[in-house]
């Protein structure tokens, strides 16, 4: 099973970027699926973006046109390009994997806030 770890969170003001990493510990050539997905307290988690071996991207409709998720194989990376950020994507940012075998693998997240 590949571990993910997430990097690239902070504290950003509103209409800043950041740029998340997810990093895998082996080939995400493998790995069908690849998320972004966040939580943020007392809510549930949430679908943010989300890539396939396909190249096949979605968003949900609260970033669309503000994030952008990409895929590296090369470098068994996932990254989420981040801007026009608002207070309400202050969260915890979970990367996520699901492999052609049904395998699911969850990094340990990295907290964005979104504040002045």
């Known amino acids: 099973q590949v571990q993910l770890v997430e990097s690239g969170g902070g504290l950003v003001q509103p209409g800043g970027s950041l740029r998340l990493s997810c990093a895998a510990s082996?080939?995400?050539?493998?790995?069908?699926?690849m998320a972004w997905y966040r939580q943020a307290p007392g809510k549930q988690r949430e679908l943010v973006a989300q890539?396939?071996?396909?190249?096949?991207?979605s968003y949900a409709d609260s970033v669309k046109g503000r994030f952008t998720i990409s895929r590296d194989n090369a470098k068994n990376t996932l990254d989420l390009q981040m801007t026009n950020l608002k207070p309400e994507d202050t969260a915890v940012y979970l990367c996520?994997?699901?492999?052609?075998?049904?395998?699911?693998?969850w990094g340990q997240g990295t907290q964005v806030t979104v504040s002045s």
């Open positions: 082996g080939s995400i050539s493998s790995i069908y699926l």
């Open positions: 996520y994997g699901l492999s052609h075998r049904g395998s699911v693998s």
């Open positions: 890539d396939t071996t396909s190249s096949v991207t």
